[in-house]
């Protein structure tokens, strides 16, 4: 309380502090709690540098197009070794491509959509995209079940979580 008061007195908005009387007590609490939290400083790139290190601050190389090409390159690998390992060769190689393009062509469209939205970054955009992104994944995941008759689901599922992965390696990367 004595540190708050002086704070206001070097701003020159010294002001009483009002009493606390047991009915406002919580009140003046969340007051000075709320005040606390407006004073923070923002870090420095100094003082960023010390605490996270230098790699932190570096733009990733990384764009979500790599990632993308990073998804369908892994996809026909995966196409490509259930072709010639299988039992059932041809359906469960078009299983794999059709796990891996329910993975690629929905954060294809997020790509392209961040691409052309570049100049206007916005948080709700990016929002809304990753909501198409889940719903058309989903959407893709019915029409493969409902259309394909072959369908294995190993491969399927095997080649999907594979592309998925690739977020993370991105990360790793960066």
Not at 66 to 85: E, R
Not at 136 to 148: G, K, N, P
Request: proline share 5%.
């Amino acid at each position: 309380m004595e540190r708050d008061r002086q704070q206001r007195e070097r701003q020159g908005t010294h002001q009483k502090a009002p009493r606390k009387t047991p009915g406002n007590a919580a009140q003046d609490d969340w007051d000075d709690e709320a005040q606390r939290e407006d004073e923070i400083d923002p870090l420095s790139r100094a003082d960023a540098v010390k605490l996270l290190g230098e790699r932190a601050l570096r733009p990733s190389r990384m764009t979500p197009g790599k990632v993308v090409l990073a998804q369908v390159i892994v996809t026909l690998l995966s196409v490509a070794a259930w072709a010639m390992f299988a039992d059932a060769r041809a359906p469960s190689a078009w299983s794999a491509l059709f796990g891996g393009a329910v993975c690629f062509v929905p954060s294809g469209f997020f790509a392209l959509r961040l691409w052309m939205a570049r100049g206007q970054p916005s948080i709700g955009g990016l929002v809304i995209g990753e909501a198409i992104k889940i719903f058309a994944t989903v959407a893709l995941f019915v029409l493969v079940v409902v259309l394909y008759r072959d369908l294995r689901w190993v491969p399927l599922l095997v080649t999907f979580l594979l592309a998925l992965k690739m977020y993370w390696v991105a990360l790793a990367i960066r």
